[in-house]
């Protein structure tokens, strides 16, 4: 018996010194297993006793210890663990691992420190590490559950309430920070940021953690997590933050629908906030069906989506209370949205589908028609009938839908509707406000010929007048238009390239927004107008100046600075100088420095292609000749602005020496970005077709073969394009290669890559270049042109001016005549697009020129005063010298003078060099040339005053001089040919002419 009070004493000593123990450094808190001989079972108790005694006094001293460190100490001290593992106890004594090395250890041999640790860990959450602190709560509760089922530890508690809604709050106010954020950012620019979000990854984490805790706390009841760590909040939580979450994860939607499921098990009575939020999810993605399944759930009877189907809301369903009606419209402004967007996916998908040409539009938007007939029946039908409030939302969200649809004018009939309902109840007025209206008014500048409606709508709203007739004693006025209206009308008038409309109307706004702007900018770079450039600039200034005056400014941003030099773009030459002074008022992005040298690239400045090379110095691009280059970051769509300015210019040898460089600097790691892409290589392959250096095919070739093996080896490049080979084409084309274009053409064909009218009518212009005879070229252009044919490519006005081209060159012009009028019949017949242009015609003339026939002038002016009669041909430059090269072939020096003054007259042309030089020929082939050499020398003279009025075109050659000088000579019979004049009188005339090279060598 003395053993008993042997270790009554022991315990009786140690309650004593507990308050000693709990303030004593560590060395004086040793136990030995003398002062300890006892058995096990009372040694444990002991134990258990001493560190309840210890718990009590920390608390009393409000000394946070975590469960880790007590635990550490127990092992350090006591050296006691009953329960743990030879290989846990020496694990324990090392260094404490860390979170990331914890997590790394496989499932199911973590220890109790490292569980522990987790649990800590996840106590307090920071917003920003709520997906974090997700994944260490899914490896904590698998980990439970593991021990749970081998039964390998005590059975204490790790995860407690507090860990599971530390971890849901930070994922809640995660969520809710990435749904403000989309209030002005698109979920896409979220993703870009870096911000966090959840994945599918992440979803299912999610899924797994709340049915992991339902396993745990529910079935298996393990001692392991608190009882209450799984309830209808963990539920509530992890729905409503699935539900945030399918703003940008489709699986989200899934997931919260399961969450809901299982809520449904949980509660009482349906919460309008959680329903709300899942519906809000479904409506994301156009779920329809499965939102009304869940509304009809928490109403408590079938939602009838038409007249049929009203007898079913009778039928009520058993246990939940229902949601309550008056709490219950913003579900069904959800459930609405959600009908909404079905109907967009549903017409998206037909689009997509490419219906047939006898197919309507009507017919392929059927579905989309159904199911916003549905979304009509609720608003107009079910709700009154239930008594629910219909808010602006609820009719915006049906109105928004035939919008999207560009269903304008159904959209202003459901509209009529509203109104008429509305008015019928003086309480909901208010429903129908201005978004209401934008939302028709939007429907309308994507229906077509919907710009009349639209503009009725807009002045209705400016001036207050009532839209439809009253049908009650009420009659209910639009909204003023704000904002948004003025920028959806602008954008109608954008749509249908009314630039002047939209120029006026957003001079009416007292403070334009930026998307006022872009609307008018698009609008004016989409019409016709001449002036549109000149009031782009006029409304930049506005922008510039709207930060002068009261309320708020708009800066020149991005997408403005990119609108506004497209317009200049489209206007070519004489913009490319006010292009470059947006630079300097903008700080624009590398692509926006590309589109200024696009714009300059399309300017005649002889100094166009040293100011394009000094926009890319500013921009980073290193200098010639420099040492030690930076790292520099320059788009390569920058890049390919400038080689499509070298194109046009048939600069190729500096194209191909941009392209090297550009290569270079990527493998040095100098440049940041991308290399080159395929529009790279078309713009040198362009470059190097349009010069006439004696291996550019050879160098077009290997370009071509470089493409193909690269897109071969996965360098970057996918499969040639047609355009490019049709570029290729054009190189042999122009060098007269119609055997390597021929063998082109065939294998295009076997590449699956199908030819189109370029690449034939390419192939025929290799034809007119090359030395083949008059009738193996005929012959041949018309058998590519069935050819083309034959493949499904119809006949085409490409073809049929090559064909045309072709008999010019051999002089048969009856011949082409005969063409043209087939060219019109087809056309006439529907077999072609277009009928005969102004290149047709021309060839023709041009064919006159070169033929023998007696009535050739009288033909050619029969034919040319056909031209000017048609209103659909707006004669140009070349039209005017196809007449003029047969007055100048033939010496009829009167004619082609007086159509000469005819063009200096005109106020849409402007002669150039070839304009003067053919005139000049038609003096030295007159019949009576006695003043011809005075003629020309007059005509040289005039050239010369023109290219100092500015007039650079008409700047004399060599060609010109040489065409003066047989003018010359052919005014002096007496003095031979130009073959037989002297040193000392080539000399004499070359003083005269002021020129420096004699134009024959």
């Not at 007590?70 to 106890?89: A, G, L, V």
């Amino acid at each position: 018996m003395a053993q008993p009070h042997y270790l009554l004493a022991a315990l009786v000593l140690a309650t004593l010194m507990a308050p000693l123990i709990a303030f004593s450094p560590p060395s004086q808190l040793k136990i030995t297993t003398s002062q300890l001989n006892s058995s096990p079972s009372d040694l444990s108790s002991n134990v258990e006793e001493l560190e309840l005694l210890r718990k009590e006094r920390r608390n009393q001293l409000g000394e946070h210890k975590t469960e880790r460190e007590e635990e550490e100490q127990d092992i350090k001290h006591c050296h006691i663990q009953p329960t743990s593992t030879k290989q846990e106890t020496q694990q324990s004594s090392n260094q404490k691992n860390s979170i990331k090395t914890i997590l790394s250890i496989p499932v199911g041999d973590l220890t109790q420190r490292d569980l522990t640790g987790l649990c800590n860990s996840i106590r307090y959450v920071p917003e920003e590490k709520s997906l974090w602190s997700l994944r260490i709560l899914e490896r904590i509760l698998t980990e439970v559950e593991r021990w749970e089922d081998a039964q390998r530890f005590d059975k204490r508690t790790f995860v407690k309430k507090i860990h599971i809604f530390s971890v849901l709050t930070a994922l809640t106010k995660s969520s809710q920070s990435r749904k403000s954020q989309r209030r002005q950012y698109s979920a896409r620019k979220s993703k870009k940021k870096n911000q966090q979000y959840l994945d599918s990854k992440d979803m299912a984490r999610l899924q797994n953690v709340v049915f992991l805790l339902k396993e745990l706390c529910r079935d298996k009841r393990t001692p392991y997590c608190d009882a209450d760590c799984y309830q209808k909040d963990v539920l509530s939580f992890a729905t409503m933050i699935a539900a945030d979450s399918s703003m940008i994860e489709a699986s989200a939607a899934d997931v919260a629908l399961k969450f809901i499921d299982e809520l449904e098990k949980e509660i009482d009575g349906w919460d309008a906030r959680v329903v709300g939020s899942v519906l809000n999810a479904l409506a994301q993605w156009g779920r329809a069906e499965e939102a009304h399944a869940l509304l009809s759930r928490a109403m408590g009877f079938e939602i009838a989506m038409a007249a049929s189907d009203a007898s079913n809301e009778s039928v009520k369903s058993n246990g939940i209370n229902s949601l309550n009606p008056a709490d219950a419209t913003p579900c069904y402004d959800s459930l609405l949205r959600a009908y909404a967007k079905c109907a967009l996916l549903l017409a998206d998908k037909k689009k997509s589908k490419r219906p047939s040409k006898n197919s309507s539009s009507n017919t392929r938007n059927a579905s989309a028609t159904e199911a916003l007939a549905r979304a009509r029946y609720i608003l107009l039908n079910h709700m009154p009938a239930e008594g629910m409030q219909i808010s602006n939302h609820t009719c915006n969200a049906v109105l928004s839908g035939y919008a999207a649809l560009g269903m304008g004018t159904e959209a202003e009939k459901l509209l009529q509707e509203i109104e008429t309902l509305l008015s019928q109840s003086s309480s909901q007025l208010s429903a129908l406000d201005t978004a209401c209206y934008n939302s028709v008014l939007h429907g309308f500048s994507r229906e077509r010929n919907g710009v009349s409606s639209a503009e009725r709508l807009f002045k209705a709203m400016a001036e207050q007048n009532s839209l439809h007739k009253a049908t009650s004693s009420i009659t209910i006025l639009p909204p003023l238009p704000d904002t948004i209206t003025y920028a959806s009308m602008l954008n109608c008038y954008s749509i249908n390239r009314m630039g002047e409309e939209a120029y006026s109307l957003v001079q009416q706004i007292e403070r334009p927004t930026s998307a006022c702007y872009l609307s008018a900018i698009r609008a004016l770079e989409r019409s016709n107008d001449t002036t549109s450039p000149d009031r782009v600039l006029s409304l930049i200034d506005q922008i510039e100046q709207s930060g002068s005056g009261k309320g708020p400014s708009t800066a020149l941003n991005r997408r403005l600075f990119n609108a506004a030099m497209q317009c200049m773009i489209k206007r070519g030459e004489g913009m490319s100088s006010a292009a470059e002074k947006l630079l300097e008022e903008f700080t624009p992005t590398p692509e926006s420095y590309g589109l200024v040298i696009k714009a300059i690239s399309l300017s005649d400045d002889k100094d166009a292609v040293e100011r394009a090379w000094n926009i890319l110095y500013q921009i980073g691009y290193p200098r010639k000749n420099v040492k030690d280059v930076e790292p520099f970051s320059v788009p390569i769509t920058t890049f390919n602005s400038m080689l499509k300015l070298f194109a046009r210019r048939g600069m190729a040898t500096e194209a191909e020496a941009l392209l090297h460089s550009i290569d270079e600097y990527i493998l040095e790691g100098k440049s940041k970005e991308s290399g080159p892409n395929i529009r790279s290589y078309e713009a040198v392959l362009e470059a190097i077709g349009k010069t006439s250096d004696l291996d550019a095919v050879e160098r077009a070739e290997s370009l071509v073969t470089r493409v193909e093996v690269m897109s071969e080896l996965g360098g970057g490049i996918h499969q040639p394009t047609l355009k490019l080979y049709n570029t290729l084409l054009a190189c042999y084309a122009n060098a007269g290669k119609v055997g390597s274009a021929e063998r082109l053409l065939s294998r295009l064909h076997d590449q699956s890559l199908k030819p189109d009218a370029y690449s034939y009518g390419a192939t025929i212009k290799a034809l007119k270049n090359s030395g083949k005879s008059k009738d193996i070229a005929i012959a041949r252009a018309k058998e590519l042109a069935q050819s083309l044919e034959q493949n499904g490519g119809g006949g085409n006005e490409i073809i049929f001016a090559h064909r045309l081209s072709i008999l010019a060159k051999f002089g048969l012009a009856q011949q082409a005549e005969n063409l043209l009028k087939e060219m019109d019949h087809k056309h006439k017949l529907g077999d072609l697009k277009q009928g005969p242009g102004i290149i047709h015609y021309t060839a023709i003339l041009n064919a006159w020129a070169k033929t023998d026939d007696n009535k050739a002038i009288p033909r050619a002016e029969a034919l040319f005063e056909k031209m000017k009669d048609d209103p659909t041909l707006d004669l140009d430059l070349a039209a005017y010298h196809g007449l003029l090269l047969n007055y100048a072939v033939r010496g009829m020096s009167k004619k082609a003078r007086r159509l000469l003054q005819v063009i200096l007259d005109s106020d849409t042309l402007s002669p150039n060099r070839n304009t003067f030089t053919m005139v000049i020929d038609s003096y030295s082939r007159s019949s009576s040339n006695a003043n011809a050499g005075l003629k020309a020398e007059e005509l040289l003279d005039q050239m010369r005053e023109l290219q100092a009025a500015g007039n650079s075109e008409v700047e004399p050659d060599s060609v010109c001089y040489a065409s003066v000088i047989r003018a010359k000579q052919a005014s002096q019979p007496s003095s031979g040919t130009i073959s037989d004049l002297s040193d000392f009188d080539k000399v004499q005339l070359m003083r005269e002419l002021q020129i420096e090279t004699w134009p024959f060598q």
